[in-house]
């Protein structure tokens, strides 16, 4: 059974605007990871933030960890046209980087 | 750095044979390489962890006998899937875990490989 559920299951914004993903987990993890997926293309590691982390930045990335809820975060800030794409949460449970992933997020970003 | 690649990146095959895919870590050295196959608009689901020199480990409900891998040496895994069914037809996708350094704990993916069959 897959470990991870985002929601929304689709967001659709404009240009200039924030987009929220979030996902929830069901068991305790070693890290959980965010990544994008373009149609039909493989898989763009975000970013990867730690059990012990509670918020984590990289450029317009915004992720926060709350374990006691077993939620994540993705907040992309001043979204852009090329930021459509699927997103993915991602969790490391077992320990040796076995990853159990989400069902996704599908981000459209309109010009 | 850490890139990976999948070859083909595209297969249409008969039913009944038997498809090869290779995942390829370029610009470093993978003791582990994962499985995955993604059905279209659905995330990805783990078929098997495949170490370097040993047996694959399957995940549950996934026919060892089907879909076999080799991994023969620390950058190439291969997938065949075998005597394959129009219900095999989907997206494969590898990744690899680098053997040292600061990333090791991170999986690198590749672009992916499109299996339809007839």
């Known amino acids: 059974s897959q470990q991870g559920e985002e929601d929304p299951q689709a967001l659709s914004i404009q240009e200039g605007e924030n987009a929220t993903m979030n996902c929830s987990y069901k068991?305790?993890?070693?890290?959980l990871q965010w990544y994008r997926q373009n149609s039909g293309r493989g898989l763009v590691h975000l970013i990867l933030?730690?059990?012990?982390?509670r918020e984590k930045h990289s450029g317009r990335l915004r992720v926060t960890l709350d374990t006691s809820k077993k939620s994540s975060s993705l907040l992309i800030t001043a979204s852009r046209a090329a930021d459509t794409a699927s997103y993915f949460c991602?969790?490391?449970?077992?320990?040796?980087?076995?990853?159990?992933f989400g069902k996704g997020t599908m981000l459209l970003v309109s010009p | 750095g850490a890139v990976v690649s999948q070859h083909p990146s595209r297969v249409i095959c008969k039913s009944g044979t038997s498809v090869k895919i290779e995942c390829r870590s370029l610009?470093?050295?993978?003791?582990?390489m994962f499985w995955y196959r993604q059905f279209p608009k659905q995330s990805l689901m783990l078929m098997a962890t495949?170490?370097?020199?040993?047996?694959?480990?399957?995940e549950q409900g996934v026919e060892k006998d089907k879909f076999l891998i080799n991994h023969a040496s620390l950058t190439l895994s291969t997938l065949t899937v075998t005597s394959a069914h129009p219900e095999d037809s989907s997206f494969y996708i590898c990744?690899?875990?680098?053997?040292?350094?600061?990333?090791?704990?991170?999986?690198?993916f590749g672009p992916g490989t499109r299996l339809t069959v007839l």
């Open positions: 990744s690899a875990r680098p053997r040292q350094g600061p990333r090791y704990n991170e999986q690198f």
């Open positions: 068991t305790s993890i070693n890290n």
């Open positions: 933030i730690r059990s012990n982390e």
């Open positions: 991602a969790t490391d449970a077992r320990g040796y980087s076995t990853l159990t």
């Open positions: 610009d470093f050295q993978a003791t582990t």
């Open positions: 495949s170490n370097e020199g040993s047996k694959a480990t399957y």
